[in-house]
């Protein structure tokens, strides 16, 4: 009838990665059924959430999800853009908006944002590297694109719990670090396990023609750490708290760096 308001049905998941629950919400059931899917195993049935996040779907236009992200912070509030999509979150209301296409990519790389900024204000990060939990202790394995992140995780013996073959998430408690499972795939398209151990050591990645293992002075591990998190932010103060996360994390936890053949054995020298 004419004046009568269309009631319009919001869908809602809670994303829980590295204990951090986050709620996104939707009016679209089909976008809800692929996060869904696309977050199996990190969906957490609580109603408590720490952020919430509304998305707006926008017909696909041409984008291009390899452009640089810009994060810019202002009047307390984060503003986040790439090619394919745009968000602004305001963490004193515990709220955000994403425009975006249908499409997980877009959804994914918000959230990587959001946990990095969160991760920092903590002493934590995410990591380019490959982690495994192996008798009770998870191992960091880092490095640029082709270093190895993907073999080593294929090489994993039976007994260790890949929590991730591309995207590390470390945070800090007390005065020590936990690695914990993430979504975030590489080349192996599989999801972590959505589990935790304290980090017992970080290895840097190295393809030669033996397996070796051998010690990393701190000043090189700090510098090598750096270049290896992600970091989007133009901001000085999280600069700052990023530096300062990467120093004392190489000061508490041993750094090698691993060179290796593509071979199993390798896993008898580092489990």
């Known amino acids: 009838m004419p004046g009568l308001a269309?009631?319009?049905?919001?869908?809602?998941?809670?994303?829980?990665?590295?204990?951090?629950?986050?709620?996104?919400?939707?009016?679209d059931a089909d976008f809800l059924e692929m996060l869904q899917e696309r977050y199996a195993g990190f969906l957490s049935a609580e109603a408590r959430a720490e952020f919430d996040f509304d998305v707006d779907l926008v017909p696909p236009a041409f984008a291009n999800p390899d452009a640089d992200v810009s994060v810019?912070?202002?009047?307390?509030?984060?503003?986040?853009?790439?090619?394919?999509?745009?968000?602004?979150?305001?963490?004193?209301?515990?709220?955000?908006?994403?425009?975006?296409?249908?499409?997980?990519?877009?959804?994914?790389?918000?959230?990587?944002?959001?946990?990095?900024?969160?991760?920092?204000?903590?002493?934590?990060?995410?990591?380019?590297?490959?982690?495994?939990?192996?008798?009770?202790?998870?191992?960091?394995?880092?490095?640029?694109?082709?270093?190895?992140?993907?073999?080593?995780?294929?090489?994993?013996?039976?007994?260790?719990?890949?929590?991730?073959?591309?995207?590390?998430?470390?945070?800090?408690?007390?005065?020590?670090?936990?690695?914990?499972?993430?979504?975030?795939?590489?080349?192996?398209?599989?999801?972590?396990?959505?589990t935790s151990a304290p980090v017992a050591a970080l290895y840097l990645l190295a393809q030669g023609p033996e397996n070796r293992i051998d010690p990393v002075a701190v000043a090189d591990a700090g510098r090598e750490l750096l270049a290896n998190m992600l970091f989007f932010a133009e901001d000085q103060e999280l600069v700052h708290w990023a530096f300062q996360a990467a120093c004392d994390f190489v000061h508490r936890v041993p750094v090698y760096r691993l060179t290796f053949m593509p071979d199993a054995r390798v896993w008898q020298m580092i489990g």
Request: proline residues 3%; positive net charge; charged residues 20%.
């Open 6 to 27: 269309t009631q319009v049905e919001c869908y809602s998941v809670v994303i829980a990665i590295g204990g951090i629950p986050v709620r996104v919400n939707t009016t």
């Open 72 to 194: 810019t912070h202002r009047s307390g509030r984060w503003f986040m853009e790439r090619g394919d999509f745009r968000a602004e979150w305001e963490p004193a209301a515990r709220r955000g908006s994403i425009r975006q296409s249908a499409n997980p990519y877009s959804i994914d790389a918000v959230l990587r944002i959001v946990h990095t900024l969160v991760l920092a204000r903590q002493g934590g990060f995410l990591l380019h590297s490959a982690s495994a939990i192996r008798n009770g202790k998870a191992l960091l394995f880092a490095g640029v694109s082709g270093a190895g992140k993907t073999t080593i995780s294929r090489l994993a013996p039976v007994d260790a719990t890949l929590l991730t073959d591309e995207i590390s998430y470390v945070r800090k408690v007390g005065e020590d670090y936990v690695a914990c499972g993430t979504p975030f795939t590489g080349e192996l398209a599989k999801l972590g396990e959505n």
